[in-house]
C-alpha cells in the first residue's frame, strides 16, 4: 500500500513535466490523465495551432513508453496502422515464409492525428484495437502492450475531404475532449517560451509498470451507492423515451448507453486518485458528465438549427 501511495503522490511531477512544455491547458491535461488512468482511450477536438500533437508527445516524453504518431489521411489503409505480412526466406535452408510486420499501432501510446480525415475502412481497423487490445491479421491475433492509449484528434472547422467518426466508434472513446483557445497571459507566455533556444529537458516519471498498477488501484477507488445511483439517474435522463426532463425529450434523439455510466464513474474514480484521494466526490462526477457524456447524445435536426450542443442538455441535467 505504501508503494502506491508512493506511486499517486508522483502524479503531481507528472503534470509539472508536461507543464514544462504546456501552457496552461491544464483541464485538458488532467482529462488526458483521467483516460489513462481509467484505461480508455479519448479523442481531442481543436482547431489547428492549440499544441494537441505537442501535447500528447510530451505526455509521452514524460512516460517511459514507446510513442507512435499516425497521420490519418484519405489514402492511408488498415494495413499501414495494424502492419502487414511480408515475404522473407531462411538462408539456411533457403524455403520462404511469411513474417508479420507490426505497424504503428503496436506501442503504449499511439497518436491518430485527424482520425477523420481517414475512411471508414480505415477507422474500423482501431475499433478491435480499442476494444480488445489486439489486431487480427490473417486468422491470426497479435496482442499490444500494454498499458495502450489511443489519442485521436480531429478538427472541428474544416469539413471538406472528412469521414465523421461513426456514433459505434464515438462510443469507444472514454472521453471527448474539446481544447479552447488560451487565455491572453497564457498565449503571451507562449510566444515568449516558444520563440527563443530554450531547450527543456523532460524527466521520466512512470515506467509502464507503474502506470498499470495506477489503473489497478483506479478500479479500487471507493464510491458511495448514492453517487452510482446519481450516475444512473444521470445516464438514463440523457435518453428521450424514459428521460423524466421536457428539455432532452425537447432536443434530443437519443441518449447514451451503458457504457456512459461505466465510464463516468471510472473516470471518476480515476479523477479522485489525481487529486490524491481514496474516495469519490459529486464534483468528480459533475465534472466529468461532459467529457463523458458529449459525444455520447444525439440531439435532433431542430436542435442543430437552434444551436443547442450536447454540453447544453448536460447541463441542464446536472442543475
Not at 507528472?14 to 496552461?24: A, D, M, P, R, S
Not at 494537441?52 to 499501414?80: E, I, N, S
Not at 466526490?281 to 435532433?300: G, K, M, Q
Request: with cysteine.
Amino acid at each position: 500500500m505504501e508503494n502506491l501511495k508512493t506511486l499517486v503522490n508522483k502524479l503531481p511531477k507528472l503534470k509539472t513535466e508536461i507543464g514544462k512544455v504546456i501552457v496552461g491547458q491544464s483541464q485538458v491535461i488532467d482529462e488526458i490523465l483521467i483516460s489513462f488512468l481509467a484505461g480508455g482511450h479519448c479523442l481531442l477536438e481543436g482547431v489547428p495551432g492549440l499544441a494537441k500533437t505537442l501535447m500528447v508527445k510530451t505526455l509521452a516524453d514524460a512516460l517511459d513508453m514507446q510513442f507512435k504518431r499516425l497521420q490519418f489521411t484519405p489514402d492511408l489503409m488498415p494495413g499501414d496502422i495494424i502492419g502487414t505480412e511480408i515475404l522473407e526466406e531462411d538462408h539456411e535452408t533457403g524455403k520462404k515464409f511469411f513474417k508479420f510486420n507490426k505497424g504503428p499501432l503496436f506501442a503504449n501510446i499511439v497518436l491518430a492525428d485527424e482520425i477523420n480525415r481517414t475512411p471508414p475502412k480505415t477507422q474500423a481497423a482501431l475499433l478491435e484495437a480499442m476494444q480488445e487490445y489486439k489486431v487480427t491479421y490473417a486468422g491470426v491475433n497479435y496482442d499490444l502492450d500494454k498499458p495502450f492509449l489511443i489519442i485521436a484528434t480531429q478538427n472541428p472547422i474544416e469539413q471538406s475531404g472528412t469521414y465523421p467518426l461513426p456514433e459505434a466508434q464515438l462510443d469507444r472513446f472514454l472521453l471527448f475532449i474539446k481544447l479552447y483557445y488560451p487565455s491572453e497571459s497564457e498565449e503571451l507566455e507562449v510566444l515568449k517560451s516558444t520563440t527563443t533556444d530554450r531547450k527543456v529537458n523532460i524527466e521520466n516519471v512512470f515506467s509502464a509498470a507503474e502506470i498499470l498498477e495506477l489503473q489497478n488501484l483506479t478500479r479500487q477507488v471507493h464510491i458511495d451507492d448514492a453517487l452510482i445511483e446519481k450516475v444512473n439517474a444521470l445516464v438514463r435522463n440523457t435518453r428521450p423515451q424514459t428521460s423524466t426532463s421536457e428539455y432532452v425529450k425537447k432536443w434530443c434523439e437519443w441518449g447514451a448507453g451503458p457504457r456512459a455510466g461505466q465510464a463516468l464513474i471510472l473516470c471518476s474514480k480515476a479523477r479522485a486518485i489525481l487529486q490524491g484521494r481514496f474516495a469519490v466526490i459529486p464534483e468528480d462526477i459533475e465534472t466529468l458528465a461532459f467529457p463523458v457524456l458529449r459525444h455520447r447524445i444525439s440531439l435532433n435536426f431542430r436542435a442543430e438549427a437552434e444551436g443547442i450542443s450536447t454540453d447544453d442538455v448536460v447541463k441542464m441535467l446536472i442543475k
